[in-house]
């Protein structure tokens, strides 16, 4: 299992990576330097880890990858959304 987080980290990775090259990440966001672009990296691979254990506690082992996948896109997408949401003042 530990083989299986290690990678499910680094598909979180690169999911944060590639949600970055989209402008989905929080550079797009309007945070700013280094840290925002670590940051999405960290919330991809954060994403992709949690959602795999809970695959794996739900489906089973082999479905814990699929669920690492969906789970580190959503959060290298979703996260950076609402935390610049949460920025913005409301009116």
Same mark, same amino acid.
């Given at each position: 299992?530990?083989?299986?987080?290690? +990678?499910?980290?680094? *598909?979180? #990775? #690169? *999911?944060? %990576?590639?949600?970055?090259? $989209? @402008?989905w990440?929080? @550079?797009? @966001?309007?945070?700013?330097?280094? @840290?925002? !672009?670590?940051? !999405?990296?960290?919330?991809?691979? %954060?994403? $992709?880890? *949690? +959602?795999?254990?809970?695959?794996? +506690?739900? +489906?089973?082992?082999?479905?814990? !990858? &699929?669920? $690492?996948?969906?789970?580190?896109?959503?959060?290298? #997408?979703?996260? &950076?959304?609402?935390? %610049?949401?949460?920025?913005?003042p #409301?009116?």
């Amino acid at each position: 299992m530990l083989v299986l987080s290690l +990678f499910w980290i680094i *598909l979180g #990775v #690169v *999911l944060g %990576a590639l949600a970055n090259g $989209a @402008r989905w990440g929080l @550079r797009a @966001r309007g945070f700013a330097g280094w @840290r925002a !672009t670590l940051c !999405t990296l960290g919330i991809g691979a %954060a994403g $992709a880890l *949690l +959602f795999g254990w809970l695959g794996v +506690f739900v +489906f089973g082992r082999p479905f814990g !990858t &699929p669920a $690492a996948l969906w789970g580190g896109i959503l959060a290298a #997408v979703l996260v &950076p959304w609402l935390l %610049a949401l949460g920025r913005k003042p #409301v009116i």
